[in-house]
Structures are given as C-alpha cells and as structure tokens.
C-alpha cells in the first residue's frame, strides 16, 4: 500500500513517470523487508535492456522522424485524396486512408494524431467540413498508429511478455482493416444520415498521374516492412533499418531533406530512444520485485476466483487498460501492467500474441477518452476547438472501435491467424 501510494503521490507531483516506477519498486523493497535486494537493481535494470529487439525502436522512430522532415506525408495525403476524394465526404475517407498508410511508418498514436492534425484538420474546414467532425475523424484514425505494423507498442509488448516481435507485427494487420472498415461505416453513415459532408472533388488526369506517382515511392515503405518481414526475408530491426535507408533516400531526391536536417533529427530519435528504453529498464525492476514478493502469483489466485473465462478475463483487461490510459502514456501502462498479467494470461491458456493486441488496442483508447485523453487535446489545439464538441463528435467513432476491440477478444482468429499462416 505504501508502494502504491508513493507511485502515485509522485506521479500527480509530475515527476517523470520514469523516476515514478523506479522509486515505486525500491519503496516496495524497502516496506517488504527487502532492502537487501538494493545491490541487485542495477543488474535488474541494465540487463533488462540487452535485448536484440529493442534495436528496432531507434529505427523505427528514425523512420517517422524522416517521414515528417522530407514532406513524405503530405504526399500520402495527396495519395489518399485521388484515390478516394470523389465520393461524398471524400476528405474524411482520404483522412482515413491516410492514417492507414501513416500507421505503418509513424507507429505511435501520439505522434500520429500530432502530425495529421496539422494537416487534415485545417484541409478538412477549408473545404467545407465541420471543424469538430473533421477533428473526430483525425483522432480516432490516430489510434491505428499502435496497430497496423511497424507498432512501437508492438515493440514495447513483444519486450516486456519475452514474446517474437514479427508474429505480434503481422497480427496487427487484420485488426487494423477491422477498425478502418469500421471508421469507414461511421463516416458512410453520418453521411447517409444527412449531415451535410462536402462532395467529393476529383483530379483531371495529367495531375492525378503525376500525385500517384510522386506518392508511390512513399507508400511502398509500409509495404517493404510489412513484407519483408511475412516473406521471412527480414527481421523487425531490419526492416526498420531499410525503411530508413528508404525515407532518407527520397527525402533526398525529393530536395526536402538537407544534411543540415540530419543533426535534429538524429537528436530526437536519441531522446525518444533513451526515453523509452528508461522506461523499460524501470519498469524491469518493478517487475522483479513484485516477482520476488510473489505479487504476479497472487494475481493468479486472484483472477481465478473471479472468472476462469478467457473471454471475460480480457473484457476486465480491456476496461482497465483503457481506464489507465486515460491517466498514463500508452507505454507506460504495457510496461508496468502486462509482466504482472503474463501469469494469468499462461493459466487461463489465452494465446500471449492475441493478447498482446487486445492490450494495445485498448491501451491506446485511452489516449482519446476523457478526463485527461492526450489525443484530444492535440486535435483541441490543431483545430481551435472546445474540448466537448470534440469529443461528441467522436463518441460514434469510438464506439465502433470499442466494438472492434470486443470482437477481437472473442475472436483470437483475428489475431493469430495471418501470423500463423505467413510465419508458421
């Protein structure tokens, strides 16, 4: 209890959540009579990062980071837009799409809606769309950040449940469809429903041909990730590499991308990198101790008198995941909450690569539900809008991937299939 409450007095004090975990596992030694672990910290906390497959985070966040600089984004907009922007309410698809395609280089939520807000909320308005609708829609394609491969939660997961990073990558695709089909229903409807979405505007062809092509080269960078790594010819990290090579070879050729840039760049990715990377190696030591306590089998017993359903197990998960997130950052709650529910999740037999996307699809709804939810506060500002039209406008959104989240807890399929069949 002393533990618990130093965590959170800490954390609402705003000390950085990495100093909070850290402090919340040496009181939780020191209250258990097991100040004479003190010697085995350092040890818990380095080891917890000689893991190959944190490699992949720098790469990955160097991906985005290029993406951003070079101006590679704003082309898949310009993508998104002919593909899908003839149709009524074509902006808000093109929105989707978009996120779809930025999903699967920018890979985190946060920076997703960050990005996209700056750019489809203010494309949305000037032609015609709502303010609040066209901040909905950004925010709730923000959340396929997490989900459609490369996933730095993915990453993050894949670490602290010692599970392969690849399948947990492949089984974020078929979700991700999932939820933009379902996004994709909500926008058809609110049109349907006479809402007054803009019509669609197309593109004669010389200009259309020339945006395809312009944008090609940006979209194949998901797609040389994504099957790189079900052909089994790359690994994550590798993948990540290439994909870097990749965006720094257009951004060069697109003459968007100066050497200049490279510094800044670089710097960010190292401060996300040793951002994270603390907050795994704190997050270690808390485990560790809980373990040695034998707080993570206690759980078990606990979760075994309350229900021996794997299906109402990851119901309860879902609304606590979902709830933490709205108080903590999305990488935050995975580091501290998934070794203590691993236990569980071996007892009750539930597949950890299913699990682990029912954890981060429900983790990052957090991010968008109020009090706190970071995501609506981007859009808020991005757009200049109150925080209750906002989120009124995007209860029908969330809604749906709320019903998307309960269907892949009940269908383990969703998750476990494609792996299965492309990396057997």
Known sequence: MTALLTFFLL????????????????????????AVLYDSIPIQFFGSLEINGLLAIPLFLLVGEIMNKAGLTSRLVAVAEVLVGRMTGGLAYANLVTNAMAASILGSAVAQIGVMSKVMIPEMERKGYDRAFSGAV???????????????????????AVQPIAPLFIAGVLPGVLIIGALGIVILLTSLLGKGLPSGVGHDLGPRSRILFEGL?????????????????MTPTESGAVASIIALVLGFAYRELRLADLGPILLTVALGTATITGLIA????????????????????????????PFVFLLLVILALMVLGMFLESISVLIVVVPLLMPVVTSLGIDPIHFGVVCTVATVMGLVTPPVGPG??????????????????????????LLCIVLIAAVPALSTWLPGLTLG
């Open 138 to 160: 950004t925010v709730s394609a923000g959340l396929l950040g997490p989900i459609i491969p490369p996933s730095m939660l993915m990453i993050i997961y894949g670490v602290v």
């Open 217 to 233: 080269a940006p979209a194949l960078i998901p797609l040389v990730v994504i099957v790189g790594i079900m052909a089994g010819v």
């Open 282 to 309: 704190a997050a270690s030591v808390l485990s560790w101790a809980l373990a040695f306590q034998g707080v993570p089998d206690e759980l078990v017993a606990l979760m075994s008198g309350l229900t021996d359903s």
């Open 376 to 401: 609506l506060y981007i859009a808020m500002v991005a757009a200049d809008i109150r925080m209750g039209p906002l989120f009124r406008a995007t209860v029908p959104f969330l809604v749906a991937v």
């Open 11 to 34: 954390l609402f004090a705003g000390l950085p959540i990495f100093g909070v975990i850290l402090a919340g596992a040496i009181v939780f030694l020191q209250t258990n009579d097991l």
